[in-house]
């Protein structure tokens, strides 16, 4: 197996630089589901269809996500009438 | 874990959690202590930093650079990710979670109370903070102070020369 053969199939050569990429691709999920359930209620979604959606129970996504995103719309309680385009 | 730390030394960690909420880091790294001392922008570590031209913003700019990089040797493009996701994407950890110290950052305040001890000093500064971040040649701080063109070692002879003694 030549250099860059190993280098392909084993990922990045030093170890540190995997596992670093580990960090920061959890760090842009955890970012990226935030403003993707802020994106689907903003566009009316309920949790109910969020969380189907995502896999995950309707307490679960609420649990994690409701009051990050009430205190970005302050005055419209996510996931109720009055939100949609 | 504050035993000792002079105001300002507390207050630069505490604003170290600040940038590390504000960069989206789920725990406070070594290299989230740096950006502390730069913000807390008192006392000899922040001023041997500045004199060396590195400031906050390039610091914040640097850690940002460091997660695209780590993204990109995996083949994502935060920008993309980004653009994607649109106004909504905040790398910012919410109010209500709390974020504890990572390893790499007890381990550098460990090794700031070490570096007291040896200069014979009484109480914690952002000086010692700055020694026990220099210390962790593995850590974040230092590969990121690399990549802005700052040696180890001229930093702390720096830092020496601003405390007014011998390097040791």
């Not at chain 1, 896999?55 to 996931?79: C, F, M, N, T």
């Not at chain 2, 914040?60 to 990109?72: I, N, P, Q, T, V």
């Not at chain 2, 305040?109 to 903070?129: F, I, Y």
């Amino acid at each position: 197996m030549n250099e860059k053969t190993r280098t392909r199939v084993g990922g990045p050569e030093d170890p540190r630089e995997g596992l670093e990429a580990v960090v920061a691709l959890r760090r842009t999920l955890e970012a990226l589901e935030a403003a993707q359930v802020e994106n689907a209620i903003v566009a009316g979604w309920s949790w109910a269809r969020i969380a189907e959606v995502l896999g995950v129970s309707k307490q679960a996504v609420h649990k994690k996500h409701a009051r990050r995103i009430r205190e970005r719309y302050p005055g419209r309680p996510p996931g109720r009438k009055g939100w949609g385009r | 874990m504050f035993t000792r730390f002079t105001d300002r030394s507390r207050t630069s960690v505490e604003a170290a959690f600040d940038e590390a909420r504000m960069l989206g880091h789920d725990s406070l790294g070594d290299e989230d202590l740096l950006l502390g001392i730069l913000r807390a922008d008192e006392g000899i570590a922040a001023e041997a930093l500045s004199s060396l031209g590195v400031t906050l913003e390039d610091a914040r700019e640097e850690s940002e650079e460091m997660l695209s990089d780590a993204l990109s040797s995996i083949g994502i493009s935060l920008e993309g990710v980004r653009t994607e996701a649109g106004e909504a994407f905040d790398m910012r950890i919410p109010d209500n979670r709390r974020i504890p110290y990572s390893p790499m950052a007890k381990k550098t305040l460990v090794g700031a109370r070490k570096e007291m001890r040896r200069l014979g000093d009484n109480s914690l500064g952002t000086e010692h903070v700055l020694l026990g971040i220099l210390g962790n040649a593995d850590g974040m701080a230092v590969r990121m102070l690399a990549r802005m063109g700052i040696a180890p070692e001229t930093l702390k002879e720096r830092l020496f020369e601003v405390c007014g003694r011998a390097a040791g």
